[in-house]
């Protein structure tokens, strides 16, 4: 991972992005919930949802809790170019085919806690989203191993799967880029998660 990546607790854990993303876990933990199931999501694609998700996944590890960080984004996904993963690995689209168990395709980050499932490679769609069964036993794997179970799903634009996931989730966090998101898009995002939605977060804002 390099600094351009965005992962503050690797590149600079002391700076002022990594105190933000601090100071959303303690918000978070501060709430009661119905599920340690966060969700997050972006109005589009490209809003840095992936970053945020994993950056809140290390906040999390870095004060003690046990994270199950599961990529959702089967079209565009990221983790095996950023982690890496050992090329025997299935991915997670291995899981929702019904083909493989979540065992076979969770791997240990380091030392820090956090369980990564990753996409092993780009889907057409993600239509995969739709085997409910499968996910569901996927979900229900990370929540008996770790505290907080964290799916990086795709924006609401892509799939209207997310909208059900949002709605059995505990925290529902939305990312959006600042001058990069269209405002028309922005509210239609948010008018469809409802009261489903927790927390916005914006990037790229000027300090």
Known sequence: M?????????????GEAARRYKQIVDEILGRAWPRKRMLVTSPAPGEGKTVTSVNIALALAAKGHSVFLAELTLMRPRYRFVFGAPPTLRGVESVLRGEAT??????????????????????????LLNKRASLHKLIAFGESKCEWVI???????????????????????MVARSYKTKLAVFRKATNTLGSDLDYVILNDIAS
Not at 2 to 14: C, I, L, N, Q, R
Not at 102 to 122: Q, R
């Open 2 to 14: 390099s600094a351009k990546d965005g992962f503050v607790f690797v590149t600079d854990p002391e």
């Open 151 to 173: 799916l990086d799903v795709p924006s609401i634009e892509e799939s209207p799967a997310v909208k059900e996931l949002a709605s059995q989730a505990g925290p529902v966090v």
């Open 102 to 127: 979540p065992e076979e395709v969770t791997f240990l980050l380091g030392e820090t806690g956090v369980a990564v499932t990753s996409v092993g490679a780009p889907m057409p769609d993600n239509e």
